[in-house]
């Protein structure tokens, strides 16, 4: 089955205390994407890649880093997290890097629901 | 920036009304995509608008392109319980379409 899996779903956890949230397509897509969502706020893109081995910063990059070195995963990582980090969070994918007319469709994980203390 | 304004924010209605939304903008879209995010998963592409004019229908959805290219409506027929959830329309950044502007959502509930 066709599909972007975050794990994990819930996550607890205290200030400073390093953590990576895994993101991973079967779809073979070139592009993949973070997002958070806040109430009242949307959803805003943190970083995004691409291909592998490139990445660029979103609207919201302050406090997240990421990396891209196989095509399949898309890894979160909050260094020192905060709690103005706590959020839900989305992985997303679609197929090509190369500039179509048009956008290609976004394939969104389940959601990964952090809580920093 | 460009910058999406939905409307209206949250909607409360009965199961077998007709629901609609809108999505404007300052600044023209060469595409109008609205999704749908379902509690607890993440946002599902519902229908894509790629011309002004266009009228598209998903099953009870029908979602427009509007003729200025500032504006899109999504209209829900006979709602259900499953319709609940929150509508984003999205479109592509003038300088990089891989790069979605979204709206905040318009949350939807339907009363059985």
């Known amino acids: 089955e066709a599909q972007v899996t975050q794990n994990p779903r819930y996550l607890i956890t205290v200030t400073g205390k390093k953590l990576t949230v895994t993101c991973s397509q079967n779809?073979?897509?070139?592009?993949m994407s973070w997002y958070r969502q806040d109430p009242g706020l949307g959803l805003r893109q943190i970083y995004y890649?691409?291909?592998?081995?490139?990445?660029d910063k979103g609207d919201v990059p302050e406090g997240y880093k990421v990396s891209r070195k196989e095509k399949r995963n898309f890894p979160l990582i909050l260094e020192s997290p905060s709690p103005n980090q706590t959020s839900l969070y989305f992985c997303?994918?679609?197929?090509?890097?190369?500039?179509?007319?048009?956008?290609?469709?976004?394939?969104f994980g389940p959601g990964t629901r952090l809580t920093v203390l | 920036g460009q910058q999406l304004n939905q409307s209206p924010q949250s909607m409360f209605i009965q199961e077998g009304e007709d629901v609609s939304m809108n999505c404007t903008s300052s600044?023209?879209?060469?595409?109008w995509l609205w999704y749908k995010q379902d509690p607890g998963e993440g946002p599902v592409l519902l229908i894509a608008?790629?011309?002004a004019g266009e009228l598209t229908s998903n099953g009870r959805l029908t979602a427009q392109f509007g003729i200025t290219r500032k504006d899109s409506f999504l209209n829900i027929s006979a709602s259900i319980p499953s319709d609940v959830g929150i509508y984003f329309c999205?479109?592509?950044?003038?300088?990089?379409?891989?790069?979605?502007?979204w709206g905040l959502g318009t949350s939807l509930a339907v009363n059985p």
């Open positions: 890649s691409m291909n592998v081995e490139v990445t």
């Open positions: 779809m073979n897509h070139e592009y």
């Open positions: 600044s023209i879209f060469n595409t």
């Open positions: 608008l790629y011309k």
């Open positions: 999205a479109g592509p950044n003038a300088g990089n379409n891989r790069k979605l502007i």
């Open positions: 997303a994918s679609s197929l090509s890097r190369i500039r179509r007319e048009r956008p290609d469709t976004q394939y």
